[in-house]
DNA sequence: GTATGTGAACTATTTCACAGCT
DNA sequence: AGCTGTGAAATAGTTCACATAC
């Protein structure tokens, strides 16, 4: 068992053995190797062992990891099997598309309150969540229990409500703006930025021969 | 200038300076240290002038960079200035967010087809673009000239929409199947997993004190 | 024989620090 | 004096390779 601090990547590696261990679970495999597992992800058997390293020793030498016991083990790691509510702030294109996204609930994100600032936006119901003007947000988010924050507005007006989600509590934010945003160290922002993977895309395009 | 190869990190962030110089140009600053830069884009000054002496010498010592100069450059380098026509593959939830999603348009990507596997879909339309059948792949690909393949189907129908791109013709794929994806080296796939992105933020929910 | 767990080697990336330019 | 460009140092992350366990 390693205790030095674990990367960011490993974290996100664990993800990727758990959706396959569960496809393997499904089909009654019971064993699986790293290199098999590895093969199966496209990372390398050393990897595979190294990153599950971080955590514990679940294999057994000469047969590899038993996968029901592996997938029970990540999922308590990783907290799969909390539910989390979630605030949205922007309804815009992106905001609403996300709000209809079955993928958060799917993976324990239960979005519970929407914000938008435009008054042709509040009041309106996006799935079954009916936007709430931006003042509302620290209410809500002490009263119901709201520990994630999504940022779906534009770049501008994006440290502003960052700003507004840790004042009333946020820990733990998924910004989808593409700006940089500052907050202290004990705060968690993630950063999807849609755009710059397209356009890295045209810089591929462009430079090949 | 250096003729090593460049990390993909690297171009990825040439996009967040062209951004911020981008700002900077409209409220009229005309030049700008790498200090300034970065500390704008949460990185280091070290970290600016390396990323830009990739491709070039555009600095002047004592003064800083010249922005407009630099917009350019970097719009040139990152193909800025090119439109790409897109191919987006599977209408389910996801897919037709996306579909509506203006951000790719803005980025120089311009989707032109759709295609579904589902009767129910294919023949609908979202936007302005008429759902077809996977079968008119191959055809849709060459007559439109498309050039970047988007992937949005289940996990287990990914490497399949895939082959079927890449034997279109297409060398260039965003894929947000939550999957590994299979191809040869010249082929460029880029991986969005919105699913891991939202994941990692229960791991760090659960795993913080 | 097979496959893990892990130091050691290697590779990639970031930061340092400073000579040199304006 | 101020700031770039860039080798060198430091750090982070991945792969190797093998002693050890079943």
Not at 48 to 76: P, T, W
Not at 149 to 172: F, H, Y
Request: proline share 3%; glycine share 8%.
């Amino acid at each position: 068992m390693n205790s030095k601090k674990i990367p960011q990547a490993v974290i996100s590696r664990l993800f990727i053995y758990l959706r396959e261990l569960t496809e393997l679970a499904k089909v009654k495999i019971t064993t699986i190797s790293s290199a098999e597992l590895g093969d199966r992800t496209n990372l390398s058997d050393a990897q595979v062992r190294k990153d599950l390293g971080y955590f514990g020793n679940f294999g057994v030498s000469g047969s590899g990891y038993a996968v029901n016991e592996l997938v029970e083990a990540l999922e308590k790691i990783l907290g799969k099997n909390k539910v989390w509510n979630v605030a949205l702030v922007g309804t815009g294109h992106l905001g609403s598309a996300l709000l209809s996204y079955p993928g958060f609930k799917s993976h324990g994100l239960n979005i519970v309150s929407a914000f938008d600032i435009s008054p042709k936006r509040i009041g309106k119901a996006i799935g079954d969540i009916k936007v709430k003007p931006l003042e509302d947000i620290k209410k809500e988010i002490s009263g119901k229990k709201i520990e994630i924050g999504i940022i779906t507005v534009p770049a501008k007006s994006a440290q502003s409500v960052c700003d507004k989600l840790i004042e009333s509590g946020i820990e733990c934010i998924l910004n989808f703006a593409p700006v940089a945003l500052n907050a202290t160290e004990n705060i968690k922002i993630r950063d999807v930025d849609l755009s710059r993977e397209i356009e890295t895309l045209s810089y591929f395009l462009v430079n090949k021969k």
